[in-house]
């Protein structure tokens, strides 16, 4: 559906040449939801900006569906734009239009009129869940509600592709919750393929079934949601992790057991998949002369499965405990033994 090849963009400042993004390849899937994660600076908006030309690329190119639109005509581009539709973190709706005409207005520039233009506005007000507010100004609307706007104005005019810039950042939980419920909703009624930019990780483990990593500029490391959460490489993948899988006393607690604890080890499971759903503790303790204490824990779900990890103490004879964590490996739990420095 998308592909990025060596694409790059440079910012000419005064002050010197700032590269925002560094020679990113990426291919995207249809009809998946896409999630770019990074922290602020790392290159997110601009490379999403780069994916509608919003941006124009300084090298590299932007393939969608086979056609490369860095090489498009202004006439052209506004065209294929119609293709993806856009929403932001804080909502870019007209303030002076009523909610149906703020998404009546991308139906307007494209033609759409009288019956038809109506009908669709309707149509989009009810996909989005907002019967009744049709006649609301923004200022009248909660940040939930400015946002299922923004979405229907996107969609109006059938994208194939709907980019999401930090569309939840500016919502409290709850409305978190609903907005991604939302999107989950229209990428499987409409086929629609959803690339998100976002430093929240919750957002990637609730709805993405895929993940890309950025950091200055470049993408450190990408793949399955649930391959990258099993098995991530890099430091900035697994500080990103921290946010859904550690309470925030964790590294402190974990610190503290590692230094009362004489004996025995501190493992560290990782699970995955469905064998988050099996019961492995009781079966390692059934096959192995070895005791369990449970530290700490947390199981998560996300798109295509369960992802969590488990801290346990581990006591016992070394040759019992190196058969009890192999077994772990064989089940495709990863067990690490952290070291007592
Ligand atoms: N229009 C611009 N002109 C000059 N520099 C820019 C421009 N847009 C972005 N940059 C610079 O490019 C780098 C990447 O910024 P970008 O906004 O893409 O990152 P981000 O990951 O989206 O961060 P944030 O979430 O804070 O927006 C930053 O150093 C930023 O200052």
Redesign the pocket.
Known sequence: MIALRGLQKI?A?KSGA?T?VDGVDLTINKGGIFGII??????????IRLLNMLERPTDGAVEIDGQDISKLTNKELRKARQGMGMIFQHFNLLWSRTVYDNIAFPLEIAGVKGEKKHNRVKELIQLVGLEGRDKSYPSQLSGGQKQRVGIARALANNPKVLLCD?ATSALDPKTTESILDLLVDINQKLNLTIVL?T?EMHVIRKICNEVAV?EN?KIVEKGPVLDVFKNPKEKMTKEFLKQITEQDDTEETIKDILNETKDGDVVQLTFSGTNAEQPLISQLIRQFQVDVSIIHGKITKVQGGSYGTLFIQLTGDETEKQKALAFMNDKEVKAEVLRRD
């Not at 990074?38 to 490379?47: C, D, H, I, N, P």
Request: hydrophobic residues 40%; neutral net charge; aromatic residues 10%.
């Open positions: 910012f400042l700032v925002a990074g922290y602020s600076g790392a290159g997110k908006s601009t490379l930090e930019i430093h950025m500029g």
